[in-house]
């Protein structure tokens, strides 16, 4: 028989959607999970939905600190399998932040086993580590079966969350936080416990303190490695104000005596979040590098405690330069980022400011008094109509038993006889008779009356919001008690310096190896440095036609400086030339030279030395070398030129007069004093031309005489009274040179 043919299924009913506006509803979706349910801590309890949930099935499992230990792997199940569906590995390393003392200021798991060191070694796996909750994860579920907070279903609907925990620790302040979501980030440092608590004191009486009042209690971070903060209290307060900002955190190290003169530098503690191992590694290759001069080497002698040992070059080493260049280049010194972006009320992300996070955390802890004293209130009244029932029992104690004994239906009677409610009748129907048969009416109405008084005080606390933040403030000095600046966790370990006011050249000289360097110009601006000091560079190849423009000694230490003919001053460094095995490395590529500028002088930078700067009109002024380095490839101006004329000389001003020729062949001597010392601009007119430019000039000392080299290398000096035609006033237009002066019109020196 032939199967009747069937009808194929209707397509599917498509409806067409705009790719932008599809892209953009489910981005958003994924930041929002992101933000919400990842990244960003909230407000009130300063937790993340990963690490509430850790805290959660830990207490579902009757882990507290009295406890025993469970295996980490039954745990990391547990809240994986009711609570958190995004994998084993990120509870597990949640878990394990959490019970790292180097990690947690104040950790929430208390561990056995390995769970990781400061030296960067992971944890074990979860199936060999065990952990159970510390005293300070009580506080934060404290009162979390009593309706404290709200609770959610979770991901498979089978089970509630909470939303929030109870909190009775400032856990976002006190343990900080990190995280990274879309379009937003989070860092907020851990701080003392005992001086937030101080603050929360304050700020329930004075609800409108400002953040800069409550750091007369919150000094700064303190975090869990110790270190030392040494940014200023302007700095640090205006982080707390906006929210924003980041600390400066440094290693603690001593000097310690080593006898016989010698010595070395101790790292006790090191900046929050920096592996030893990885620290370690960097000093050792930074020595072998040689690019810490002043130390000679490193030594990791830590046990349980850190010590890294850092031994000077010489016993003569000033210890804080050389912990200054050290300092700069390893992560001795950090900076901890400060955005203290948060959920506020577990919904909005804002940054929010000290005072703001603190009244964040009071806020929850009043609404948790509350729901705590309605349940409370619940309870009572629910023993009160019990009591009341097993009152009346106690005087009726044999007729009560009789009906239970013989009547059919028991609890209609009870009702009816002694007019018993529905709930009374049934709570003395599932008494047992042996407790019946105890009732003493004494301790019962003492029950009664207690449980009255204190349903009194509950309603008084419930309508009295002075009351409310009373009961808040002795609840917080409870916990200060137990976590107090005189207990071994409650210790300030951060403490707060003011940095040295080392001298940065210093500094970055304390950094280089000193060696003597020969600097080597050529005419088409490459540069380059020769070990050792050469007198005679003849023998150095250039490249093509290219030729020698000037060399001078130096050492690696040093710093170069380059004038050119926009009048603007370069900086190099000595110690990032290029060797002499090559040609070199154009100028050019060291600093921003603009097109069409040419090189006018390449001269080493030393502290104090006067300069002549001219440009081609004559004009010029005295500078000091101190105001011509710059830091930048930018360059600094500092001689200010119009168009057409350009930059032309700079000479050491060494001596009291000046001698300049221009093109002109006309040559003027007069005193250096006439000459204004400035730290840029365009100077004064130093010779007058009716036409054609400066081609030298020389300071000179007037008792000396000048002096000049003709071209064949002979040397030629006037001495004062022969000089006396050619002295006139600034400005001048001169004369004639005297005889033998060369053709060129160059000093030749």
Known sequence: MAKAPTNPPPPPVTEPVNLRDALEERYLAYALSTIMGRALPDARDGLKPVHRRILHGMNILRLNPDSMFKKSAKIVGDVMGSFHPHGDQAIYDALVRLAQDFSSRYPMVDGQGNFGNIDGDSAAAYRYTEARM???????????????????????????????????????????????????????????????????LYLVTHPKASSDQLMSFVKGPDFPTGGIVVDSPEQIAETYRTGRGSFRLRARWSQEDTGRGTWVIVVTEIPYGVQKGRLYEKLAELVNDKKLPLVADVRDESAEDVRL?????????????????????????????????????????RVVSLSDALRQWLDHRRDVLLRRSRFRLGQIEKRLDALAGMLIVFLNLDEVIRIIREEDEPKATLMARFKMTETQAEYVLDTRLRALRRLEEMKLREENDALLREKADLDALLTDEPAQWKKIGLEIRDIRKKFGPETKIGKRRTTFEEAPRADAAEIVEAMIEREPVTIVVSRKGWIRALKGHLADVSGVQFKGDDELMTSFFAETTSKVLVYVTNGKMFTLEASKLPGGRGFGDPIRLMVDIEDGEDIVAVFPYVPGRKMLLASGDARGFVASQDDMISSTRKGRNVLGVDAPARAALAIPAQGDHVAIIGENRKLLVFPLADVPEMARGKGVRLQKYKDGRVADARVFALADGLTWKDSAGRLFTLREPELTEWIGARADAGRLPPKGFPKNNQFGL
Not at 320 to 327: A, D, H, L, T, W
């Open 134 to 200: 510390t005293e300070v994860a009580g506080l934060l579920l404290d009162g979390i079966d009593e309706d404290s907070v709200d609770f959610r279903d979770n991901y498979s609907g089978d089970q509630q969350e909470p939303v929030v925990l109870p909190s009775a620790f400032p856990n976002l302040l006190a343990n900080g936080a990190q995280g990274i979501a879309v379009g937003m980030a989070t860092s907020i440092p851990p701080h003392n416990l005992a001086e937030l608590l101080d603050a929360s």
């Open 309 to 349: 040992v850092i031994e000077p070059r010489a016993r003569n080493v000033d210890p804080v330069m050389m912990m200054e260049s050290v300092f700069r280049l390893s992560e001795l010194e950090t900076r901890f980022p400060v955005n203290m972006n948060v959920l506020v009320d577990g919904v909005v992300p």
